[in-house]
């Protein structure tokens, strides 16, 4: 079978998205000798993907690294001059004119379920090519129950066209390194990086509840002076207003915001991390709190959308909505070594459910479906509880 995978974000520092797509080719070309691959990319993929590139897998890539020239110009012309005979569409959106057997992956349905987090333009589109593009697929992937809800509960789509496949946490983030060694210099930032800090690591959103886990942070101040959050991440629409409250409360020299870092700075502080905040509004997954747990953080996050789903008792599980709550929970978490030690042997435990190895499994069994039964095959559903 030829299989195709279509990809506008590797290469571009998106995070989960892009991290989905590169995790889930390489585990399928690890573990799948039979079929053929064809990988569907933009520019900026070459660099990244080139040494996966043999016998049962070839690099296609479009002209431009603009997903709005990708997705209705670029990857329908690459498919028509490599024809494959089932296509998966890594990022919520499909492009017409391609063989009839279409996977489609929807990371979350935030847009839908929280216009008011997206500029409504910005909403408006990507609601409306999302409804388009599920009538469109052949079978539809999402990495949680609740994701499945939401979209059964949002959209006109028969359940069973809908498959539940949890993603899984890279090798790269499970083992190695020791948090005891000395700090190279990244940055500006690590010259004021203090021994005890708050991680969080994603983009600058207004989902991610950043200016509430700024607030609560500055009540923890209150408690412990010694201790720092460091944000990382993209920079997106709420770059500014995080640093202008960030000003506000005076904490310029305790919340450092480095940006987007390299893999190995990232890696050097999820392990010197004292704690990992992730209060998300909302999420379909969630990687980062997954990471943490990987390497040994305990956890603090939210108790709503997936993020509670995938991460169930091995984090501390807040109402995001509660900046007390978010400063308490921190502040337990720094205190209580019992409580950390708790949530670090969970945490362990939890992440060893999600592998890329199972993920590329249950994804190639949705393909073999398609390619034997047609588009009206059962569902399939790996669970993760």
Not at 115 to 142: H, M, N, Q, T
Not at 280 to 297: I, Q, T
Not at 336 to 355: C, M, Q
Request: hydrophobic fraction near 45%.
């Amino acid at each position: 079978m030829r299989i195709g995978i279509a990809s506008e974000w590797i290469g571009q520092k998106v995070g989960g998205p892009e991290r989905y797509a590169v995790c889930l080719i390489e585990s399928l070309l690890r573990t799948d000798s039979a079929n053929s691959y064809h990988l569907f990319v933009t520019p900026s993929a070459r660099q990244q993907l080139s040494g996966l590139v043999g016998p049962r897998a070839a690099l296609h890539t479009t002209a431009s690294d603009s997903r709005w020239h990708f997705i209705p110009f670029g990857l329908p012309l690459s498919v028509s001059r490599h024809p494959v005979d089932v296509l998966h569409a890594t990022f919520s959106f499909a492009p017409w004119g391609v063989p009839e057997r279409v996977v489609l992956t929807v990371h979350d349905v935030c847009a839908t379920m929280h216009p008011e987090f997206f500029k409504p333009i910005v909403g408006a589109r990507v609601r409306w090519l999302l409804a388009r593009d599920l009538a469109r697929a052949s079978r539809v992937l999402v990495p949680t129950e609740t994701s499945r809800r939401e979209l059964l509960e949002s959209y006109r789509i028969a359940a069973e066209k809908i498959a539940v496949i949890p993603y899984g946490v890279s090798q790269h983030f499970n083992g190695g390194g020791a948090a005891s060694a000395p700090l190279p210099e990244w940055g500006e930032w690590t010259r004021s990086l203090s021994s005890t800090f708050i991680l969080y690591v994603g983009r600058f959103h207004v989902r991610k509840n950043l200016e509430r886990l700024i607030r609560a942070f500055a009540l923890l101040r209150h408690r412990d002076e010694r201790v720092q959050l460091v944000l990382v991440g993209r920079d997106f629409w709420d770059r500014e207003r995080v640093q202008a409250q960030i000003n506000a409360l005076r904490l310029e020299n305790d919340v450092l915001c480095p940006g987007h870092v390299e893999d190995a700075a990232l890696e050097f502080l999820y392990r010197k991390a004292a704690a990992f905040a992730y209060p998300s509004l909302h999420e379909g997954f969630g990687f980062p709190p997954l990471e943490a747990m990987a390497r040994g953080v305990p956890v603090l996050a939210s108790n709503v959308s997936a993020v509670a789903e995938v991460l169930g008792d091995a984090a501390l599980l807040v109402d995001p909505l509660d900046t007390e709550a978010i400063a308490d929970g921190l502040a337990r978490i720094l205190a209580d070594s019992e409580l950390r030690e708790r949530l670090i042997a969970k945490g362990r435990d939890r992440v060893r459910r999600f592998t890329w190895d199972r993920t590329a499994q249950a994804t190639l069994e949705v393909y073999h479906s398609l390619r034997a039964e047609g588009a009206g095959s059962p569902a399939t559903t790996l669970s993760v509880t």
